[in-house]
């Protein structure tokens, strides 16, 4: 069963509400979607229980890095075919990242689009490279910006920067309140009016046709 992280040793970077929203995208892809919720400020699990009743039911379980692994185990014995999505928090232990890389088949790397940000994303890839020496070959690792703003010098660096490392750079996510405001009611921007969310939608292309991609082959190669 594809188990699919979202980290970046920083707050605010997006993680929470990348994950919740990839959740809803793959959901209307027809995945069956389970969320941890590993970090102490609950913000996924909030997200999730202010979600209207009416609209498809996400299930999310808020639990530690020590119940990783059980948890993993008690969905795949329900079905191989079940997606795991991980919200993690800002900062990890050396032992929290080990379990992250020992469980994990796909991780997903959000940052905010400033040098300082970036260098300490490229610090972290090595980190998380460094730590899962053995199994990081069967890790497929991509990076998005998030609150971009696309017309600014910085992004561009940010572009070119990202770009020269061995891990794909998937675009990024503009900064706009659809983010905000659809959140604030519990739902997705997959979920919000098509006339709002059209630029939003574009941006998120790149990212769910990576996602897909990986998650077909896992699929397929663990019957
Ligand atoms: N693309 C975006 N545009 C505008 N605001 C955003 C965007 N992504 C996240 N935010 C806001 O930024 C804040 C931090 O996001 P969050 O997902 O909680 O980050 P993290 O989980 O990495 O700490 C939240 O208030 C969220 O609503
Ligand atoms: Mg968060």
Redesign the pocket.
């Known amino acids: 069963m594809p188990v699919i992280a979202v980290t970046?040793p920083k707050?605010?970077?997006?993680?929470?509400?990348?994950t919740f929203n990839l959740g809803i995208f793959l959901k209307q892809l027809d995945y069956q979607v389970f969320m941890f919720d590993l970090d102490e400020t609950s913000?996924l699990t909030d997200l999730v229980k202010t979600r209207p009743k009416t609209l498809p039911k996400l299930f999310v379980s808020h639990i530690t890095f020590d119940d990783i692994g059980s948890n993993i185990k008690k969905l795949t014995d329900l079905s191989k075919d079940n997606v795991i999505l991980m919200d993690l928090p800002?900062r990890l232990t050396a032992e929290q990242l080990e379990i992250i890389v020992t469980y994990t088949d796909i991780i997903i790397t959000p940052t905010l689009p400033s040098a300082i940000d970036a260098r300490v994303l490229v610090q972290y890839i090595f980190s998380i490279m460094k730590v899962g020496s053995d199994r990081i070959d069967e890790i497929d690792l991509a990076m998005v910006a998030?609150?971009a703003k696309f017309n600014t010098k910085s992004y561009k660096k940010l572009t070119n920067d990202l770009s020269l490392l061995h891990y794909p750079y998937l675009g990024g996510?503009?900064?706009?309140?659809n983010?905000?405001l659809s959140?604030a009611q519990g739902i997705g921007i997959a979920e919000l009016p098509k006339r709002l969310t059209k630029k939003d939608i574009e941006h998120w292309k790149p990212i769910l046709e990576w996602v897909e991609n990986n998650l077909k082959s896992r699929l397929i190669d663990n019957p």
């Open positions: 970046n707050g605010g970077s997006g993680k929470s509400t990348i913000s800002a998030n609150r996510l503009r900064d706009t309140q983010y905000v959140a």
